[in-house]
């Protein structure tokens, strides 16, 4: 069941908060992968800012709404999703990311996806920058790792 969006927020904070150390960049990564094996794109969009700019593969994708309906709509292509991000580096208020994610379509051909994301994080701990550049590979399910 999907989160409904809370709309009423007054003040949004998503600890952990920058500037980060290696140790709060990771809670963020795992925070990040947990909200997004949720599949909830009502919960996993209130992680960005109202204003968050995105680049996601050739796809641009302004504001936290937008955020969502993206999130909907690949969330409903890309079934039995399952995704793994790890630590590359971080400065100041922002973090690197590498991940790979399974998926399979409704043919029932599974992918494995590759890729890198850049955060760019407010003060108040929502992301309001990310760039990801996504590569895919179709796999056997036997392949499947994740």
Not at 73 to 80: R, Y
Request: glycine share 4%.
């Amino acid at each position: 069941e999907q989160t409904p969006i809370d709309t009423n927020i007054d003040i949004e904070q998503k600890p952990p908060f920058p500037p980060f150390t290696e140790e709060t960049a990771k809670q963020k990564i795992q925070a990040a992968e947990d909200a997004w094996n949720s599949k909830d794109p009502n919960k996993v969009c209130m992680a960005y800012t109202v204003d968050t700019e995105w680049r996601n593969r050739s796809e641009f994708i302004n504001g936290r709404e937008g955020v969502r309906q993206f999130l909907q709509g690949k969330w409903d292509k890309e079934l039995d999703y399952k995704l793994k991000k790890s630590y590359w580096a971080h400065v100041d208020n922002r973090i690197a990311v590498r991940f790979e994610y399974e998926y399979r379509n409704e043919a029932g051909q599974w992918f494995r996806a590759y890729g890198n994301e850049n955060w760019e994080f407010e003060a108040n701990g929502l992301m309001a920058k990310r760039w990801a550049s996504i590569n895919d590979a179709a796999i056997e399910e036997s392949d499947r790792r994740l």
